[in-house]
């Protein structure tokens, strides 16, 4: 994870960028796939993570 953009309680629209990770040397954005609140933030910059891991839980609003 190389950057964090939202916190828990955060209200997000759909397709906003929820943090940013590198894998194989090229960045990937992390987008909400609906419009919500940020329930649950699992990571934060400088971790590593495992492919099926759970990053970030956005609860519709």
Not at 2 to 26: C, F, H, P, W, Y
Not at 49 to 59: F, K
Request: proline share 2%.
């Amino acid at each position: 994870v190389v950057e964090l953009r939202v916190a828990e309680g955060d209200s997000v629209t759909a397709g906003q960028v929820l943090l940013i990770m590198e894998a194989m040397k090229m960045e990937h954005t992390v987008t909400a796939p609906q419009d919500g609140t940020v329930a649950q933030v699992s990571v934060v910059a400088g971790d590593q993570v495992d492919a099926d891991a759970l990053l970030i839980v956005v609860a519709e609003s």
